[in-house]
């Protein structure tokens, strides 16, 4: 079944048991990138499970049935390419990139990771003590601490508010028999989907996906259900041991396929999108107050993240929200001039069309296409829709958006700071 119209070189099929299969051919490149997304992400995981996908992320390379732990790592890198995996809120993805003579290799060893690691338990016990060491450095780290605390706080009781990663006391907990359910719950072949991009015909595709993943007629497939708990607006102040404060203003976003995305995406790119933005133009190069600001626009199935993060000295804290709060006020008080909304048109344009040199960033773009919209968004829609956009409509939208009363803050400062105060 293929139930994509076929757009240039772009196909789709779907398997009677389910598992999809999304293709991207690009002639002239001699490399192909190659991703196996699961449907499962860690809002997908029981309070008492917290971090187990990602858990399972990590121990998909400790061997399988047939192959080592080195032999996995080994496989990919032997012939000049690469293998990798992360997870984040909604899906896992496995991937390489490789020279399009391996794809039959990638396909491979992939699908054997997906489908038959044997998680040993002495490595299960060992993987537990890399991923706390993980969550250390993420803890050392005073903007993922940050961002951590900031989403617990906007998505408050909600599976969005906890760390991917999980906590020290859950993983400790995880076990071969956790992870086996896992996966035999969720690693189903309708919350499957197998994206590449570069050198390669569907046909080839589908006829290796059928070879080696094609072993169940189960056709399940399991969405996220977990409801959105009611948003609302926090003030929040921490410390660590750190010498700068570090500080994020922002609110629940956009869902990924919300009317209103594109006027968010360009209101971004005018307040926040780079150096030429007004952000960093007014905060920092003004008035000197940090070494970095800038926004951020994460949108889920059905909600979003946006803010601004701002690293500062805790002096500047109370000028950097007043210039933080005034950008907002101003994109709603006065209409971005033609030339500067024509400038962010063209860097989110130039952006997207630099993206497509990379096999990686189609493979994903392929994959998000099918996972988020169920067809392929091409180039020329992306472009169309941001081109419509109008000064009129980013006011209008403003309006509400960048309301103030919507807004949440996080701040993070300097232990020595909290004792000086008191």
């Given at each position: 079944?293929?139930?994509?119209?076929?757009?240039?070189?772009?196909?789709?099929?779907?398997?009677?048991?389910?598992?999809?299969?999304?293709?991207?051919?690009?002639?002239?490149?001699?490399?192909?990138?190659?991703?196996?997304?699961?449907?499962?992400?860690?809002?997908?995981?029981?309070?008492?499970?917290?971090?187990?996908?990602?858990?399972?992320?990590?121990?998909?390379?400790?061997?399988?049935?047939?192959?080592?732990?080195?032999?996995?790592?080994?496989?990919?890198?032997?012939?000049?390419?690469?293998?990798?995996?992360?997870?984040?809120?909604?899906?896992?993805?496995?991937?390489?990139?490789?020279?399009?003579?391996?794809?039959?290799?990638?396909?491979?060893?992939?699908?054997?990771?997906?489908?038959?690691?044997?998680?040993?338990?002495?490595?299960?016990?060992?993987?537990?003590?890399?991923?706390?060491?993980?969550?250390?450095?993420?803890?050392?780290?005073?903007?993922?601490?940050?961002?951590?605390?900031?989403?617990?706080?906007?998505?408050?009781?909600?599976?969005?508010?906890?760390?991917?990663?999980?906590?020290?006391?859950?993983?400790?907990?995880?076990?071969?028999?956790?992870?086996?359910?896992?996966?035999?719950?969720?690693?189903?072949?309708?919350?499957?989907?197998?994206?590449?991009?570069?050198?390669?015909?569907?046909?080839?595709?589908?006829?290796?996906?059928?070879?080696?993943?094609?072993?169940?007629?189960?056709?399940?497939?399991?969405?996220?259900?977990?409801i959105l708990t009611a948003y609302t607006p926090h003030k929040?102040?921490?410390?660590?041991?750190?010498?700068?404060?570090?500080?994020?203003?922002?609110?629940?976003?956009?869902?990924?396929?919300?009317?209103?995305?594109?006027?968010?995406?360009?209101?971004?790119?005018?307040?926040?999108?780079?150096?030429?933005?007004?952000?960093?133009?007014?905060?920092?190069?003004?008035?000197?107050?940090?070494?970095?600001?800038?926004?951020?626009?994460?949108?889920?199935?059905?909600?979003?993240?946006?803010?601004?993060?701002?690293?500062?000295?805790?002096?500047?804290?109370?000028?950097?929200?007043?210039?933080?709060?005034?950008?907002?006020?101003?994109?709603?008080?006065?209409?971005?001039?033609?030339?500067?909304?024509?400038?962010?048109?063209?860097?989110?344009?130039?952006?997207?069309?630099?993206?497509?040199?990379?096999?990686?960033?189609?493979?994903?773009?392929?994959?998000?296409?099918?996972?988020?919209?169920?067809?392929?968004?091409?180039?020329?829609?992306?472009?169309?829709?941001?081109?419509?956009?109008?000064?009129?409509?980013?006011?209008?939208?403003?309006?509400?958006?960048?309301?103030?009363?919507?807004?949440?803050?996080?701040?993070?400062?300097?232990?020595?700071?909290?004792?000086?105060?008191?």
């Open positions: 079944m293929n139930n994509w119209k076929k757009i240039d070189f772009v196909e789709k099929t779907v398997l009677d048991n389910g598992l999809k299969i999304v293709t991207e051919r690009i002639d002239s490149m001699k490399s192909v990138a190659t991703g196996i997304w699961v449907k499962t992400g860690s809002r997908d995981e029981p309070d008492e499970q917290a971090g187990i996908t990602h858990f399972l992320e990590h121990m998909l390379f400790k061997g399988t049935s047939t192959r080592s732990a080195f032999d996995i790592a080994l496989s990919m890198e032997s012939v000049g390419g690469y293998m990798n995996a992360f997870t984040s809120n909604e899906y896992t993805c496995y991937y390489t990139r490789s020279l399009d003579t391996e794809l039959t290799r990638a396909l491979d060893v992939l699908s054997d990771m997906v489908r038959n690691s044997t998680f040993p338990v002495d490595e299960v016990e060992k993987e537990k003590k890399v991923v706390i060491e993980e969550m250390k450095m993420y803890r050392d780290s005073p903007e993922d601490y940050l961002f951590e605390a900031f989403s617990r706080r906007v998505f408050k009781d909600h599976p969005l508010g906890r760390p991917i990663i999980g906590f020290e006391e859950t993983v400790n907990a995880f076990d071969r028999s956790d992870l086996i359910d896992y996966v035999n719950k969720r690693y189903q072949p309708g919350n499957i989907l197998v994206s590449v991009a570069g050198n390669v015909k569907h046909e080839q595709v589908v006829k290796l996906v059928r070879k080696y993943l094609n072993d169940s007629a189960v056709k399940s497939e399991m969405s996220s259900e977990t929040e102040t921490l410390s660590k041991p750190i010498e700068q404060t570090h500080m994020i203003i922002g609110r629940r976003g956009l869902h990924f396929d919300h009317d209103d995305k594109y006027l968010l995406l360009l209101a971004n790119t005018v307040i926040g999108g780079g150096m030429s933005s007004r952000l960093h133009q007014n905060v920092r190069e003004k008035y000197g107050y940090c070494y970095s600001i800038g926004t951020f626009n994460q949108s889920y199935t059905d909600s979003g993240l946006f803010g601004v993060y701002i690293g500062t000295d805790k002096e500047y804290v109370d000028h950097v929200r007043e210039l933080i709060h005034a950008e907002f006020d101003n994109l709603v008080e006065t209409p971005i001039p033609k030339k500067e909304l024509e400038e962010a048109k063209s860097q989110l344009k130039g952006k997207l069309l630099l993206s497509q040199e990379s096999m990686s960033n189609r493979m994903t773009r392929l994959a998000k296409s099918e996972l988020y919209f169920n067809r392929f968004i091409t180039l020329d829609e992306l472009v169309e829709n941001i081109d419509a956009v109008t000064a009129s409509d980013i006011r209008t939208f403003a309006e509400e958006y960048f309301d103030k009363s919507y807004y949440s803050e996080t701040l993070l400062l300097p232990e020595h700071s909290i004792a000086e105060a008191k």
